[in-house]
Nanobody
């Protein structure tokens, strides 16, 4: 069993920045893909960014490229950070950390393919 604990989030004005963190514990041996999804009331859950924790490869869609960066904690394979810059009102959502054995773009588009989920943290961006 794997537990994902998130921290960070909050409320900022447009153009502001936030950092989210996610730490995995438990049986993490087969959880080499970690990342973030988000969901707002009017939208389905969507992928934000992923990282393959064994080699650091990232999966960043055009929608957030240049604004969002995912990284790993030094020396901690299963602790990841999401740096979000130039936040906009459309970024408002609950952000969920997720994990699965490996990362692919195919899985990025299919939240149901992820095995473990955090509790979610609210990000609110006001204009």
């Amino acid at each position: 069993q794997v537990q994902l604990v998130e921290s960070g989030g909050g409320s900022v004005q447009a153009g502001g920045s936030l950092i989210l963190s996610c730490a995995a514990s438990g049986n993490t041996a087969n959880r080499n893909c970690m990342g973030w999804f988000r969901q707002s009331p009017e939208k389905e859950r969507e992928g934000v960014v992923l990282i393959e924790t064994r080699d650091g490869r990232t999966f960043v869609p055009e929608s957030v490229k240049g604004r969002f960066t995912i990284s790993q904690a030094s020396g901690k394979q299963h602790t990841v950070y999401l740096q979000m810059n130039d936040l906009q009102p459309d970024d408002t959502a609950i952000y969920y950390c997720a994990a699965r054995p490996s990362c692919t773009w195919y899985d990025f588009q299919r939240p149901r393919n992820f095995d473990d989920w955090g509790q979610g943290t609210q990000v609110t961006v006001s204009s």
